[in-house]
C-alpha cells in the first residue's frame, strides 16, 4: 500500500527537468543570475576572461550549446565566433540575442552600462525566463524588481557625483559609449575601437596633444590586460590605471554585478 501511494506521487507531482541557461559573457551571466537566484544559476560560455571579441569556439563550448535550453548574448557582432551561431543551435534552443531584441542592431554591445538599457535588458530576460521556466515567474519577477531598484539607486549616486563635477578619463577600449550617453559625460579620447583597433599614427598624436595638456587623470579599461600604448601612454602623462573589471560579492553572481557598476562609480569619482 505503501509502495502504490509512492508511485501516485510520482505520477501526480512529475520532476521538473533541469532547464541549462547559456550566457556569453559576465555581464550577462551574472544579470541573469540575478534574476534566477532560488531558483538556478546559468552557465558562463566565455570563461577565460578574454575579450569577447576575440574568443573563438571549442569542442566544449559546443557541447555546452548543444545542452542548452535558453542562450543568451549581445549579437553576433559583439562576441566573435557568433555569426554563425543561430544557424549551430538547433530549433529546440531559444535564442535571446540581445541588441536585435532592443532595436539596437549594429550598436556598442557594452549595453549594461546604460541604467536604461539595462533595465530593458533585466525585462527581457525575465520574460524569456518566465515563458521558459512559468512555474518561477513569481520570483523571477520578484527578483527582477530588487535587481532594478539596486539599479536605479546606482543611478541615482551616480547622477550626484557627476553634478559635481565631471570625472576626466582617457578609455583605452571603447567601451563606456552607453555610459557616456546616459550621463552626459565625454572620456578625452579614446584608444582602441571596440575590437581593438587604434586609429592609427595620426590618431595617436592627437590623443597626446590631449593628454599633454592635462586633460585626463586616469586611463579606463574593463580589459584584464591593459594594451601596451595604454601602459606608455599612462606612464608617460602621469595617469593612475584603472581595470573596471571587479564582480566580487557572491562570486560571479547577481551581487557581484552590482559590485562591478559600483566599482565603475567609485572609479569615476577618483577621476574628478
Known amino acids: 500500500m505503501r509502495f502504490f501511494f509512492i508511485l501516485v506521487c510520482l505520477f501526480a507531482f512529475p520532476v521538473q527537468a533541469k532547464v541549462n541557461i547559456v550566457t556569453s559573457i559576465l555581464p550577462l551571466q551574472s544579470v541573469t543570475a540575478a534574476i534566477m537566484q532560488g531558483v538556478g544559476?546559468?552557465?558562463?560560455?566565455?570563461?577565460?576572461?578574454?575579450?569577447?571579441?576575440?574568443?573563438?569556439?571549442?569542442?566544449?563550448?559546443?557541447?555546452?550549446?548543444?545542452?542548452?535550453?535558453?542562450?543568451?548574448?549581445?549579437?553576433?557582432?559583439?562576441?566573435?565566433?557568433?555569426?554563425?551561431?543561430?544557424?549551430?543551435?538547433?530549433?529546440?534552443?531559444?535564442?535571446?540575442?540581445?541588441?536585435p531584441a532592443l532595436g539596437l542592431s549594429g550598436q556598442d554591445g557594452h549595453i549594461w552600462y546604460s541604467p536604461a538599457l539595462l533595465g530593458r535588458v533585466i525585462d527581457q530576460i525575465t520574460a524569456v525566463l518566465s515563458k521558459l521556466e512559468p512555474q518561477h515567474e513569481a520570483v523571477f519577477k520578484r527578483n527582477q524588481q530588487d535587481l532594478k531598484q539596486a539599479v536605479n539607486e546606482w543611478e541615482r549616486s551616480t547622477r550626484e557625483l557627476i553634478a559635481d563635477?565631471?570625472?576626466?578619463?582617457?578609455?583605452?577600449?571603447?567601451?563606456?559609449?552607453?555610459?557616456?550617453?546616459?550621463?552626459?559625460?565625454?572620456?578625452?579620447?579614446?584608444?582602441?575601437?571596440?575590437?581593438?583597433?587604434?586609429?592609427?599614427?595620426?590618431?595617436?598624436?592627437?590623443?597626446?596633444?590631449?593628454?599633454?595638456?592635462?586633460?585626463?587623470?586616469?586611463l579606463l579599461s574593463n580589459e584584464t590586460s591593459v594594451s601596451k600604448i595604454g601602459r606608455n601612454l599612462a606612464e608617460k602623462y602621469g595617469l593612475k590605471i584603472y581595470k573596471i573589471t571587479e564582480y566580487s560579492g557572491r562570486e560571479r553572481m547577481g551581487a557581484g554585478f552590482m559590485q562591478h557598476l559600483w566599482q565603475l562609480h567609485d572609479v569615476l569619482a577618483n577621476c574628478g
Open 165 to 218: 563635477g565631471k570625472p576626466r578619463y582617457l578609455v583605452d577600449h571603447d567601451f563606456l559609449h552607453h555610459l557616456e550617453t546616459s550621463f552626459d559625460i565625454q572620456s578625452v579620447a579614446t584608444i582602441n575601437d571596440e575590437h581593438d583597433q587604434h586609429g592609427g599614427i595620426q590618431a595617436l598624436s592627437l590623443v597626446e596633444q590631449r593628454l599633454a595638456s592635462g586633460a585626463a587623470k586616469c
Open 41 to 99: 544559476e546559468p552557465e558562463l560560455l566565455i570563461k577565460d576572461q578574454g575579450s569577447a571579441h576575440h574568443f573563438a569556439f571549442r569542442p566544449s563550448h559546443f557541447r555546452m550549446l548543444k545542452r542548452a535550453d535558453l542562450i543568451i548574448w549581445i549579437d553576433r557582432r559583439f562576441e566573435s565566433g557568433f555569426r554563425q551561431l543561430p544557424d549551430l543551435l538547433g530549433d529546440s534552443t531559444v535564442q535571446l540575442e540581445l541588441l
